[in-house]
């Protein structure tokens, strides 16, 4: 970018005499200050650092660091737990691929394929009966079990019918016993019946004449009331017609109350008579029950011995009914069950049980599959040739078998740390890796990894042989970053060619992934541009200043030197060429991938200057660079072969001098114009 000074606004007029004042200062000025920048020169020019542009070749390269790797390699371990029996290899042997590298004790695993083989040979077996269908004998002897059946049933039923015709004949025998039982005693108890009937009886009348007798009794005593209250209304009227005398009227009263006193009398010697009657009845009919008890008592043993042999027989029949039930449908379950067998011998197989007989057989033989890979897994075999690098375990160890981790697939490869490594190593056993198809990780900062690609060549060293630089190519960039430390880096995998000494998995590697190589280039040492930027540098800076410098002067002053401009040309010249360079040296600012780099005004692989040493003066030259290795760069035009270059050394800049004089006229004319 061009540095841009503003333009000073008009002033007044100026007198020629004032002008020229100016003029002759300013050209007594100037020529001092170029009288001592060429001193200066001549003074100082033995004093720069050069060297000669040769040819050379200049490699571009990006640099990581990483372990070497197996490309293959393979973490073993017994399929199942179980205690190691011998180990066949050691660390470091060579094996080829099948080779028995290990194994446990089987003893039990041989004892399981010997069930799962009895299992399969009794299911084979159960299938070959069913589809070849039941022998002869066999048919034979179901139907003998048939005929057995049914010959027992029917012994069943009858000895069922005899027993309980048997104890049918005693349970009425024991009713025909307690009939008779019976009959004698009402036959010697009728006579104490009758007497206890015919009591009972008088008993009902006395108590049935007791019990009218007072409603009897009652009637009478009204009726004797009845005349006696008549015969006085009809006796005091005949006293009171004089029909009768108050004498006879009284006798008459006294004989009807007479007549009722003995009504009286004789109720109560019948209500006497009539308890009486009941007391005796019913002391009759007491007599007549007690000798009644006592007659029957004397049949009383008779009469029980009679009933239990009874409800003896009837339960007897009942049981007996009961077993006799039981014992037919036992046969006829029984001749069912023959029947059923026999039936099922004589019938084909249904596709039912051939599908679940063929079913039952096909899974013990996957189980004796299964049993026969448990012992052959009891074997640990090399699956490729490779060198055994660990054994984890020793003979008479007890190993948890199982799939093996992808962290120890990586520690076999060599490509993890080794606190990773041991920690994973406890799920294998023994690690298998291939020595011949190494390759070799690095780690590259996220800001060079967009100039890596598929294919680039590298160059890598490792300690174990450091003085001898392997190669390889790039075959793998890993697109997932990792952030350690907010730094981010990618990890890309080389192969490696083939050379006399062995790598092993695990060296650290330093890598060179060459992104740009020239042969038989112009190179000049990076020395150079160090030098060129350093003076670009100044001459911005002393430029700035003195642009600072003239704007600070004051107007009268300002319109002087602009109507002076043209008159040294020395002046005006180096002015306009120090902002040319400033510019130049701006826009080499900008760094190698679009990076602003503040202070870098040249880098490899785009345009610039150089200063070169002709006739013991330096000289600026615009050139183009082309890559470089950090040591040197190429400079594809500008310069030729054996040319000298300037890296370092010289005398003070004028940039210097005009910063030590700001406000001076003229200072712009000691700046050399980049590339000019």
Do not use: C, H
């Not at 007690?290 to 009837?314: E, H, M, R, W, Y």
């Not at 080794?418 to 800001?447: D, H, K, R, W, Y």
């Amino acid at each position: 970018m061009e540095n841009r000074l503003p333009l000073p606004r008009p002033l007044p007029a100026i007198t020629g005499k004032l002008a020229g004042g100016i003029l002759a200062a300013a050209l007594v000025v100037s020529g001092v200050a170029v009288y001592r920048y060429r001193a200066a020169s001549a003074a100082g020019a033995s004093a720069y650092t050069t060297t000669r542009v040769q040819r050379g070749a200049i490699t571009d390269a990006v640099t990581g660091t990483g372990p070497i790797a197996a490309s293959q390699a393979v973490p073993l371990n017994f399929k199942n737990s179980g205690k190691v029996s011998e180990i066949d290899v050691n660390v470091g042997d060579k094996v080829k691929a099948g080779r028995v590298l290990a194994k446990l004790d089987d003893s039990d695993l041989r004892a399981q394929l010997q069930q799962a083989q009895a299992n399969l040979a009794n299911a084979q077996s159960n299938l070959n009966k069913l589809t070849q269908g039941a022998a002869p004998a066999d048919v034979a002897a179901a139907q003998a079990s048939v005929d057995a059946a049914s010959k027992a049933l029917a012994t069943a039923g009858d000895v069922a019918a005899k027993d309980l015709a048997t104890a049918q004949q005693s349970a009425a025998d024991a009713a025909k016993n307690l009939q008779t039982v019976q009959a004698q005693i009402d036959a010697g108890t009728a006579a104490d019946r009758v007497a206890v009937a015919n009591a009972q009886q008088a008993l009902a009348d006395a108590q049935k004449t007791a019990q009218t007798l007072p409603a009897v009794i009652a009637q009478q005593i009204e009726q004797a009331k009845d005349k006696l209250f008549a015969d006085q209304v009809a006796d005091d009227a005949a006293v009171g017609r004089g029909a009768m005398t108050k004498e006879a009227r009284q006798a008459a009263l006294d004989a009807d109350q007479a007549a009722i006193d003995q009504a009286n009398a004789s109720a109560q010697q019948q209500l006497a008579q009539s308890r009486q009657t009941v007391n005796q009845a019913q002391a009759t009919l007491n007599t007549a029950q007690a000798t009644l008890q006592n007659d029957v008592a004397k049949f009383q043993n008779q009469l029980v011995s009679a009933q239990t042999q009874l409800n003896t027989a009837k339960s007897n029949l009942a049981s007996t009914q009961s077993k006799g039930n039981q014992s037919v449908q036992s046969a006829a379950s029984s001749l069912q069950t023959s029947q059923a067998s026999y039936n099922q011998k004589v019938a084909p197989p249904t596709p039912a049980d051939l599908d679940a007989a063929n079913a039952q057989v096909a899974a013990q033989q996957a189980a004796v599959q299964l049993a026969q890979n448990n012992l052959d897994a009891a074997v640990l075999v090399a699956p490729t040739d490779g060198t055994v690098t660990t054994i984890s375990g020793a003979v008479g160890q007890w190993l948890s078998g199982g799939a093996t981790s992808g962290a120890a697939a990586t520690s076999a490869s060599g490509a993890s740390s080794g606190s990773s490594s041991s920690s994973s190593n406890s799920s294998s056993f023994i690690s298998l890796t291939s020595l011949s198809g190494l390759q070799v990780t690095a780690q590259i900062n996220e800001s060079d990894i967009g100039r890596i690609q598929t294919g680039q060549p590298i160059t890598f060293t490792v300690d174990a042989f450091p003085n001898r630089t392997f190669t390889g190519k790039v075959a793998i960039i890993q697109p997932l970053g990792q952030n350690v430390s907010n730094v981010v880096s990618y990890t890309i995998t080389s192969t490696i060619d083939q050379s006399d000494v062995q790598l092993l998995p695990g060296m650290t590697a330093t890598v060179n992934v060459v992104i740009n190589q020239v042969r038989d280039a112009l190179e000049v040492p990076m020395a150079a541009l160090t030098y060129a930027r350093a003076q670009a540098a100044q001459q911005l800076a002393g430029n700035r200043s003195q642009a600072q410098a003239q704007t600070a002067q004051k107007p009268r002053a300002s319109a002087t030197s602009d109507q002076a401009e043209g008159a040294p040309a020395a002046s005006g010249a180096a002015q306009s060429q120090a902002g040319a360079g400033a510019a130049q040296a701006g826009q080499a600012g900008q760094g190698q991938g679009g990076q602003s780099r503040a202070g870098q005004f040249e880098q490899p692989g785009g345009p610039g200057v150089l200063y070169l040493m002709k006739d013991g003066k330096p000289s600026q030259v615009r050139v183009q660079f082309g890559p470089s290795d950090g040591r040197f760069v190429q400079v594809v035009s500008g310069v030729s072969e054996g040319d000298v270059v300037i890296t370092g050394g010289g005398p003070p800049t004028p940039a210097s001098s005009a910063q030590a004089k700001p406000g001076g006229f003229g200072g712009g004319a000691f700046f050399v114009k980049p590339g000019g």
